[in-house]
């Protein structure tokens, strides 16, 4: 899981609340993404970050907001949850090292919005 | 727009057959192609990659093979087993500093 891990694990909430999920690496690496895997999706990439609150919008950022105070955290946030947003989140790093450009994969959050 | 395109959606394959996954891209200045396996409950993991200077890249019963005329790269599977029955993603990424750009995924089954 190259030292990713993802909180909650899964979680329940209803319309119109605000939801925060997180991403904690234990190497340093620069690079962290966040995405949404949905069926006959894929993965689409939501907001990614280029160090400390060096963030920028991926291609399905509507609705999601994301703040990097420390390089070990990449938080996402939901501000208010829709059932559009019901997915699972992967969060990525990448360690951006010379002749690599490969992205690890933390375990996931199942989100589910009623 | 979808940049890099996958197909099939689904596949099965008999055990010991090959499995083959093609994908097809539209930006020349790609130059990073990744494959990525995942089993259900789990997050995506590097299987194998390649770069466009190369046209083959063989990891064990994986192979990449790349068409850079064609702007296409396909992902064999040989001696298909049923532990490989997973989804499989291809990527393409413009480079260090670039993100990644998935394709949809090809779901495929290998029968006992």
């Known amino acids: 899981d190259a030292g990713i891990t993802q909180s909650p694990r899964h979680k329940v909430t209803e319309t119109g609340t605000p939801v925060t999920l997180r991403c904690h690496q234990t190497?340093?690496?620069?690079?962290m993404y966040w995405y949404r895997q949905d069926p006959g999706h894929g993965l689409r990439l939501i907001h990614y970050s280029y160090g400390v609150k060096d963030t920028d919008k991926g291609e399905v950022s509507d609705g999601y907001s994301v703040s990097r105070s420390k390089t070990e955290d990449f938080l996402l946030t939901l501000e208010s949850a829709t059932s559009s947003q019901t997915s699972v989140y992967f969060c990525a790093i990448k360690p951006g090292l010379a002749g690599t450009d490969t992205q690890y994969f933390g375990p996931g959050t199942r989100l589910t919005v009623l | 727009q979808q940049q890099v395109k996958q197909s099939p959606q689904s596949l099965i394959v008999q055990k010991g057959g090959i499995s083959i996954i093609n994908c097809a891209y539209e930006?020349?200045?790609?130059?990073?192609f990744p494959w990525y396996q995942q089993f259900p409950g789990k997050g995506p993991a590097l299987l194998i990659a390649i770069r466009p200077d190369v046209s083959e890249k063989k990891e064990g019963r994986f192979t990449i093979s790349f068409n850079k005329s064609a702007k296409q790269f396909s992902l064999h599977i040989m001696d298909s087993q049923p532990g490989d029955s997973a989804t499989y993603f291809c990527?393409?990424?413009?480079?260090?500093?670039?993100?990644?750009?998935f394709g949809k995924g090809t779901r495929l089954h290998i029968l006992p």
């Open positions: 930006n020349t200045a790609f130059d990073y």
């Open positions: 190497e340093n690496h620069r690079y």
């Open positions: 990527a393409a990424s413009l480079g260090r500093d670039d993100k990644i750009i």
